[in-house]
């Protein structure tokens, strides 16, 4: 029932810099925690960021200082700033979303989901 768009992916030289941006639809309550993700090629999945519905924020080691995560709570879409790209950011980066479906006509939220997006393909060479 939720649907996670991605868009912002691509190829860029080490230094540079990405913006990737996932919206969430469907018959959503709220959304407490939306965070991104990734996968290179034969490693495990691993957290790059995550964002709750206050703003509070949480960052792998690897990333911190260089890539900022963001949220519109009224779009319901999340954002990831990459700024100062290496190789080894390369990877296949998933969207996610974490909350309560919506209840039609119903003052209490429903059953909790979880969604992920199709993955966007970021690729960091010279």
């Known amino acids: 029932q939720v649907q996670l768009v991605e868009s912002g992916g691509g190829s860029v030289q080490p230094g540079g810099s990405l913006r990737l941006s996932c919206a969430a639809s469907?018959?959503?309550?709220?959304?407490?925690?939306m965070g991104w993700y990734r996968q290179a090629p034969g490693k495990q999945r691993e957290l790059v960021a995550t964002i709750t519905s206050g703003g509070s924020t949480n960052y792998a080691d690897s990333v911190k200082g260089r890539f900022t995560i963001s949220r519109d709570n009224s779009k319901n879409t999340v954002y990831l700033q990459m700024n100062s790209l290496k190789p080894e950011d390369t990877a296949i980066y998933y969207c996610n979303a974490d909350g309560r479906l919506r209840t039609i006509g119903a003052y209490y939220p429903g059953p909790t989901f979880t969604s992920w997006g199709q993955g966007t393909q970021v690729t960091v060479s010279s």
């Open positions: 469907g018959s959503i309550f709220s959304i407490n925690v």
